[in-house]
């Protein structure tokens, strides 16, 4: 775990964007918290790690390739591949810590071996280039070998920063379901890890499963030759990581409950469920790693009532990073979430324009996913019933890239009342696409 100096940490900010106002017995108190991180080209310092003033904190990638042998079914899938960690491999900063593995129903250490991770220089990057070509296509998949093997490389190098990147082009046919979530469970918390789906013969729920859990990003790649670009991408999205495990630090007054948190922006994701004690009416969400960016999330508090005119702090945020001697560095940002009960029906019936766009949105998300499974299953009015909700949303937020994805699965009569017909023939990379990327979100403009 990071080490961090005040001066080194990037700035962040905490905005809380709600209405405050409850009406007579109103318990329920919704906020939207804004998070946002401002590197500015700062260092974090891991303990005992060093590296270049401006290079950037101590950082450790994993690229995990998957080379079953479905990465034959076109051979140029394969080649893909190899070229895609290629262009990752030469995106790496200097003096980043890294490996490569093979992925089949083992997991294979590709580069550099011996239980250990190589230093990016020019000499490294072209040794690792060469082992590439070493890769071959045959086996099965056990994805769950893949994440344990690079969770021990990634251990062996003392970072700030660990992150994944994953590849896969099919099911994970070679370990239960139970040892797959057995190694993202012993995996959280760990290292964070994106995934990837190539062509179309893997499974949605699998991949966004794994990124999920590890904090990453989720996508398709339908067409091989577009590797290269998303590796590149992703990778230069790792370099430019300044912070880890981040914790957003909620604490309540006696007699409120959490009832949810979840990330709403720029995906959906479900935090509630992952939330550590951390002291009397204290608990953290872990967050991941952070760059310059910023993040929404949706608090939902449930406080005792109160007489009219009363008012209460409901909830407090703040941003915690763990450190070595099991202590935490409070990163100096703060938030109030507040109740105040009133009489006065317009202020206390007003919905946040916030809290209002991420409901929606977190609505949208559910309303394709539980579309695209009701179609699957043969339920078509269920499903159009569904998809039309999820148009009719995408329209009225403004979300117009998943709007566009909608529009391949179904022909949009009326956007603006969600009058939709499914299509009779739907592309799968099409279908894929938009179950993978129906979390994603646009944000509320403020």
């Known amino acids: ?117 190589a230093v990016a220089d020019r000499t490294s990057r072209e040794q690792a280039k060469q082992a590439l070509r070493r890769l071959s ?4 998949t056990a994805i769950g070998t893949w994440l344990r093997l690079a969770d021990r490389l990634l251990s062996s190098a003392d970072v700030a920063i660990r992150h994944g990147i994953l590849l896969t082009d099919g099911r994970n046919e070679h370990e ?12 959280a918390g760990r290292f964070t890890c994106d995934a990837r789906g190539v062509g179309t013969d893997w499974e949605v729920k699998e991949v966004t499963g794994i990124a999920s859990a590890l904090l990453g990003t989720a996508d398709i790649v339908a067409d091989p030759t577009g590797l290269a670009a998303d590796f590149t991408r992703m990778m230069e999205t790792a370099m430019g990581k300044e912070v880890a495990d981040v914790a957003l630090r909620l604490w309540t007054p006696v007699g409120t409950t959490i009832k949810f ?10 935090l509630t469920d ?37 008012e209460m702090l409901a909830a407090r945020v703040s941003l915690v990073v763990p450190q070595p001697d099991g202590s935490v560095q409070n990163l100096g940002a703060q938030g109030l979430v507040r109740a105040v009960w009133t009489d006065d029906m317009v202020a206390s019936t007003s919905i946040n324009p916030q809290v209002a766009h991420y409901t929606g949105q977190a609505e949208l998300a559910q309303a394709i996913q539980q579309g695209l499974d009701l179609r699957k299953a043969g339920d078509m009015d269920g499903a159009t019933a569904k998809l039309g909700r999820a148009v009719q949303l995408a329209s009225a937020s403004g979300n117009a890239d998943t709007a566009k994805l909608l529009a391949k699965v179904v022909d949009v009569v009326d956007a603006t009342t969600g009058t939709v017909r499914l299509k009779a023939k739907v592309e799968e990379a099409d279908e894929m696409t938009l179950e993978t990327r129906s979390t994603k979100t646009v944000r509320v403009k403020k």
């Open 261 to 270: 948190v979840k990330q709403v922006a720029p995906t959906v994701a479900q």
């Open 1 to 117: 775990m990071a080490n961090f100096s005040k001066s080194s940490v990037p700035q962040f900010s905490v905005d809380v964007y709600q209405n405050e106002y409850l009406p007579e017995g109103g318990r329920e108190v919704n906020a939207i918290v804004t998070v946002t991180a401002t590197g500015g080209g700062t260092v974090g310092t891991a303990v005992g790690a060093s590296y270049a003033p401006g290079q950037g904190p101590a950082a450790g990638v994993a690229i995990m390739v998957d080379c079953s042998g479905s990465m034959d079914y076109p051979p140029t899938k394969m080649r893909n591949a190899r070229d895609a960690t290629a262009a990752a491999i030469d995106t790496l900063r200097d003096g980043t810590h890294f490996a490569v593995i093979g992925g089949t129903h083992v997991a294979k250490e590709v580069y550099p071996g011996g239980g250990r991770l």
């Open 137 to 140: 296509a045959g086996g099965g």
């Open 176 to 187: 239960s379901p139970e040892d797959l979530k057995a190694a993202l469970d012993s995996c």
């Open 274 to 310: 992952r939330r550590t004690e951390a002291g009397p009416r204290a608990g953290d969400y872990p967050t991941g790693s952070w760059g310059d960016e910023s993040r929404d999330y949706h608090v939902c508090v449930e406080v005792p009532t109160a007489g009219l005119g009363r």
